[in-house]
């Protein structure tokens, strides 16, 4: 009898495209399990989730899953003898109220959250620190992965050093209060300092920097190929991470590090976890304290020492190539979680699964956090958003009538 591949349901609210958490967390790390015949993966949307969807699978993942809708699958997928893990990149529970404009203080989120943990036979990280914190909700235990490359190896060289010096800052809009604490001070002494000789780029936060003359801002986008272009095509030479040292900031993942070197760009990291996990100071990139002047120096380095640049990124890309290939990741996985190859869910043919209301289920929730965070005003945003979405259903409808 042939060995059949496990199959691997990848489940998410929210968005119309994968996450980053999911795509480049998940979904990256089992595509060399799955190119060997190991696993079968298929990725939903929790909205799109049917009962047969979850018959079908031996394994669900649940990515940063706290929503009613999503939790009403796990329950099922429990039921049914699935094995059901839980996925998260970020200390969800402690969220800063900066970051979200406080919506992870709704307590629908923290209790949901709290669910999704109790519901799963295993949490999966990619930080350690945030699986040892993380392990005392989930009783079957913590596995915990790394994030592999981010890009093909033909844009990973560094590119041609004539010209200007181009710095980038790519982050979440989230982080500007962050940018504008430590980093606008110190390009702005730089830019009065090497004037004609700095091209600075900053995407998703604005750093406000419109007064320097080779300055770019770029809004954050929703398309991740798009973005991947523009650094692709930048070819920037010095890439920028800071973050505050604080203990939520310790259980993110160094993202950064990867997605700066294999794109070839040396990178200035705050001197905090979880940069220092990977980052040595002057060998694989500059590790900065947080003051604008520590910061200024730390550019000012980097900006004038091409070889400390080069060197630094070398060293980078070594590591890269090294530890975080996907197959290298995908493989150690394997090793933790042995279930990916091995566990196989009961057939249930002769009695297939059944959700109900799961769009009813996710329009509450929403609902939830719109009262959460808008109180009485709420109810026109509430009102305007379920007219919307009895329009586009119509219209919906109508447009695949006159297709027949």
Known sequence: MTKRSTKIL?????????????????????????????CVVTYKKTEELKGSDISWADVL???????QALLSALRVARDASRMVLSFLDDDLLNVPKEIGNGMYD?????????????????????NPIL????????SGGVVCSRV??????????????????????????DHTWVLQKYLRISLQRLCEEFRNQLDITSIGADLGLNQCGNYHYHPHFADYSAYRRLMAESRFQIGLAVIEDQEFYHHKYFNKFLEYTAMGVAGIYTNAL??????????????????????????????LDGNLRRSCLQRAQQALARDFTPQEIAEQLRKELPELEHY??????SRPVRIRNMKGKIYWSQIEM????YKLAAIPLILWKGVRKIVRSIVGQLLRKSRK
Not at 13 to 24: C, D, F, K, N, W
Not at 280 to 293: D, V
Request: charged content about 25%.
């Open 10 to 38: 990848v489940i998410e609210s929210g968005g119309r495209q994968p996450s980053a958490s999911a795509r480049l967390g998940v979904l990256d790390v089992l595509t060399p399990l799955e190119a060997k015949g190991i």
């Open 61 to 67: 993942v649940a990515v940063r899953g706290w929503d």
């Open 106 to 126: 709704a307590p629908q989120i923290k209790a949901g959250l709290l669910a999704t943990l109790s519901l799963s036979h295993r949490l999966w990280v990619v």
């Open 131 to 138: 699986g040892e914190k993380y392990r005392k909700y989930c």
């Open 148 to 173: 592999p490359m981010l890009s093909a190896p033909e844009v990973m060289l560094p590119r041609d050093e004539s010209g200007p010096v181009k710095i980038v800052y790519a982050g979440s809009p």
């Open 274 to 303: 979880p940069y220092t996990l990977v980052v040595k100071n002057r060998e694989n990139g500059l590790l900065c304290e947080n003051t604008p002047e520590d910061w200024y120096q730390a550019l000012r380095e980097f900006v």
């Open 344 to 349: 196989r869910a009961p057939d249930l043919r």
């Open 370 to 373: 719109l009262w959460f965070r």
